[in-house]
């Protein structure tokens, strides 16, 4: 919104609500008391958003909830949390959230119903947060509305403003509206600015007037008329929808069904934020060829009425001949859209409309499609139709030759195969279209037809198989949220200010609703320049020219710096391969070539765009099967053979025909991108002496220091690299963070200023990597009693132009390969792709969850190749205690069947099996799947050198203490954990501690905060310096006993007595050598875990719902159960956004295409399910972390997949009902593209298969 855009308005801010030093907010405080922040870059977002619905409505609904916060992202907490304190303000609560029917999933288990599951020595809680003893609300405490402001009604006052040459026009009189844009009929209106805000910032469009009509009361008005109902354009799109929602009362069902699919579909338009500002007008003049209601407003006969000074007003139709090309209206450029007229509908006329996108909320359309029938009472005949589609074409379309052909005919079979005809000729999409998913596209314009066909059915009680079925999923998705956690109370012997295995806050919760923490952008540095990287615009080739004359040319801009400023020849990465900036020759779509420096951030992004760069582009190789073709790979080849770890010393090939029951395979997964809040940015500070402090959002202050010195020339002492916090980072700001640090470290140096370098998302995500997509190939054979015996796997990963952390992640692959079963004798390879695509890097999981999808995906086809149960066939296969991994790790302690069964009971997987075969024999067209899925992960960086902290614990003689240790704080909670074993080691209240940030000056050479081992290693090392100082105070404990903490203190330093202390850490690790295939006892120990998750499936369409997830998870015992769980349900969140809607989208020419959230989706809360349970595995404890807790950020994700899982056997149903029972591939993500086209039909197969693959260039590759 431009500042100009909220003159006259009173702005409110998340820190204008409450602060942390005055008792905070209702809103604040429940979202902190539930655990509702991890990293607390999304909060503050969410904050806002249920402030403002409880300032509009004091008692609202949950769903009132749901939709304030429809536009809300978190890529942390898996938003359970989030709506269980948001839930609590809902008005059918008493502040407190509902649990399961009983309680407590532990069922007949119980206590309260007699049974021990609860019990024991440890009691066993169902929920961390009780919402009940939190101050109710009262909107009587709010801050009331600025008198000021009422009294001088700013708001009703026309207004101009020129700034620079940039004018904006805010006229409160229509005349002068209509005048203003015949005098500048090329102004632009801005009416939400919804649309021309995305122009402005990447179309760098130059916006030099714009007129403001939201202060015109005429724009405003909204009344019935004899045709309908009258909309001012003035309304924002949620004034809109309250003024359908008021007029539908009063009038018969009849009147209002496009009201009412014009009200459903706003449900799905963007968010609630966009709906509140965007306005019709705007999405009419965009006209979008994916706009959800331009097709409602052409099926529909809608009028828009035009306006201008000259020629007066004008009421068109909206029909074929309103959009005359792509994103072209027949609006002159003198006319503003004044209002629509949404019209009536009549007794026997049939309305519907229906949208699919990537992600139900908040996403545009990829088909959206409305529909008319007009019947004949007396004949029951068409009168006629009116069908219109958005998304298939360069606008939004009539199906005017449908239409008329089907006009006059009986609404029956005939009229259905007829229109379903005609439709699939009309609307014909090329291989090559642009947007790509031709046949899904194709497909979609049929199920929906057949979707009204089946609707107007049912209204006309017109017996038609299947009309009296729902085709819309998710019916029975409860309003509450049934959610669980299950933790073990810490022992009743633990004393109370024993802080280790409670449920404590995030130490950071607070501030994070507050909006008082204090991230990297927060930080004001005087006199700060402000950087933008020159990015590449092809992904191979060579570069030509680099001309930066016009960006320096322009006001703000002072510097262009690019390779030839180097003081060194050295590349970044641990192999030295990245180059800072491509000199030469392209690697890759965006690569930096040079950085623009300027007095601020739009200027530096507006010169980067404005260097020339010059490029002869060659063929790139993008996906692995073109790199597999062309012999590109970076690491050529790595393997693991399970006879090795068993005293042979030469390797015996498979021989396969020994085996009746041999299957092979192919599957592939695509990547995520890492989609943090935080977007990489890092501040340099240029300091006397050559040196330089960096303050940098990086989970790896090592890493940054690292090649800042190597590239720069500068030796590591003299660079100081520090981090307070970030706002997430999942893997993606390890060795990432460089390619921005370094460039911006060598414009501080160059100009001896303060540099700053924030990234755009849009650049963030073309810039750095993403999760390694996969391709594997696999052979298995399965003996007669259907043990696991021989299995030959080739993975093969997409790593980018440069190896970076690849081989770590294809090492973790092949690792995680065997997941939970017993292989008798496994030959696993793994090589490296090298494309022309960023260099791939870390992510949650690092490689495990790819590895571990190779083999579920080989469990299913085993199961349905030879007809077995693969729930019977895991049982049989599951490691055992002290069994030996392909890689050579005997697994001890190995909890797999207790997280199996344990989930089995409490999911009722057994009795839910039944219901979803029942639920699957009434329904055609919706299936349900449920899917139950263990998995394992090992514990511990792969190199062994890499498995060590430091820590440094420092008393003052006020008795406080400030620890620095090598970890930095993402969210996941690890400040809170050392605090906590801190207070445990020195036996002091927690408050006496505080954790300062991460820094290279206090503690060196720290390994990247990474592989889930951050409390463990960071743990230790507290540990080891709360000892040393623990002995050094002993004696003073010892002759003073009656004296407390402070005076052993205090006397001690009398005594002279060091009260710092430097603690060292290790974890277990021996290395595997990949090299010649021998393996080790990897890892110190093993988390394990077994989710159970039930879908369903719109076979028509390829939208899903997930209705139900229990995860049982074996974290040892919880340091903290909160945080352990908060990781668990995030994780999980993660993974079924891996598995499901995360698309990485690139052409075949290597451009990037998925750059921010318009299309790269990742889960919203709309998505998690509202039946979540989560179980800590009771009795478990791990002698090789600290405090016999296990690590939790990485396991779970890999449990997301379980829903993958579900929808493939729902899928598999309604291909067994088609008549289709063999197995079939699926690969991963299961978008609704993948769902749909899977559910093959009599829909699909009138849609034309695609050419041959080489006669075509798609929109879009897998990677
Ligand atoms: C996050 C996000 C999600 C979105 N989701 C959806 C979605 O789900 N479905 C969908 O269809 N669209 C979606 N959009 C697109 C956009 O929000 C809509 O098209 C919206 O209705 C535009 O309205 P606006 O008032 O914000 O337009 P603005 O940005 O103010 O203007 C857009 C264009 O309309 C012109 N204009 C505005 N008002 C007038 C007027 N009164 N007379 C003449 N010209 C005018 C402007 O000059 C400009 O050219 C989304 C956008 C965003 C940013
Ligand atoms: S807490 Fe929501 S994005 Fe991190």
Redesign the pocket.
Known sequence: MPVCGVFGKAVTTVEGIRGVEERVHPVQERLTKAHGSQCGYCTPGFIMAMYTLLRNKPQPTKDDVDIAIQ?NLCRCTGYRPILEAFYSFAKDEKGEIKVTENGCPMGEKCCKNGGDGCGGERKTLIKLSDMSKCVPYDPSHELIFPPELKLKNFHQQSFFHDSNGHKWYQPTDYSMLLALKRKHPHA????????????LKFRFINLEMVIN?RQVPE?HEHHLTDDGVYLG??L??SQMEDALNEFSKDLPESKTRVFKAVLEMLH????R??RN??????????A?P?????PIWMASKAKVV?DSEERGERTLTIDEKFFIGYRKTV?RPD????AVIVPFSNENEHFYAY?L?QRRE????IV?GAFRAQMNPKTQLVDNLSISY?GMDIFTRLALKTAEKLAGKKWDKTLLDLGLNLISEEFTLKPDVPGGMARFRQTLTLSFFFKFFLQVAKNLQISIDHCVEKTEIGDTIPHTLNATQLYQEVSKDQPIHDPVGRPLEHVSGERHTTGEAIYTTDIEIAGCLHSALVLAPIACGTIDNVDPTKALEMDGVIAFFDASDLPTNERMGHHSDTPIFAKDRVSYHCQPIGIIVARDHETARRGANAVVVQCTAEKPIVTIEEARKADSWILDELQLHSQLNEGNDVVKKNDWSKYTRVIEGEVKMGGQEHFYFETHNCIVIPKEDRALEVIVSTQGINDVQTEIGKCLSIPRHKIVVKVKRIGGGFGGKETASPLIAVPCALAAMKLKKPVRLYLERFDDMAITGTRHPFNFNYKVALSEDNHLIDYDVTAYANGGHSLDLSTGVLTRAMVHIDNVYKFKNAHIYGRICRTNTASNTAFRGFGGPQGMFCTETLMKQLAETYDLDVDELREKNLYNEGDMTPFGMHLRKCNIRRTWHECKEISQYLEKKGKVQEFNRKNHFRKRGLYMMPTKFGIGFGLKFMNQASALVLIYTDGTVLISHGGMEMGQGLHTKILQIAARCLDIPIELIHVEETATDKVPNSMPTAASVGSDLCGVAVEDACQQLNQRLQPYKDKMKEKAWKDWIQAAHIDRVSLSASGFGIIHNEPVDFFNGKGAELFGYCVYGTACCEVEIDCLTGDHRLLSTHIVMDIGDSLNPAIDIGQIEGAFVQGYGLFTMEEIRVRPNGIRLSRG??VYKIPSADDVPRDFHVSLLKGSSNPHAIFASKAVGEPPLFLGCTVFFAIREAIRAYRIQQGQKGYFRFDSPATPEAIRMACEDEFTKKIPDLPDAHSFTPWTVAL
């Open positions: 536009g632009r209106v801005i009416s939400g600015n919804s649309e021309l805000a995305i122009e009509p724009l354009t003035g924002s799109l799905w338009f963007a968010g934020h966009v500002v965007a306005s019709v007008a705007g999405n009419i003049a965009t979008s994916i706009s959800d209601l331009n035009l609006i006319e503003i859209v004044k949208k996108a908040d996403d545009i359309a959206t958005g959230p318009g």
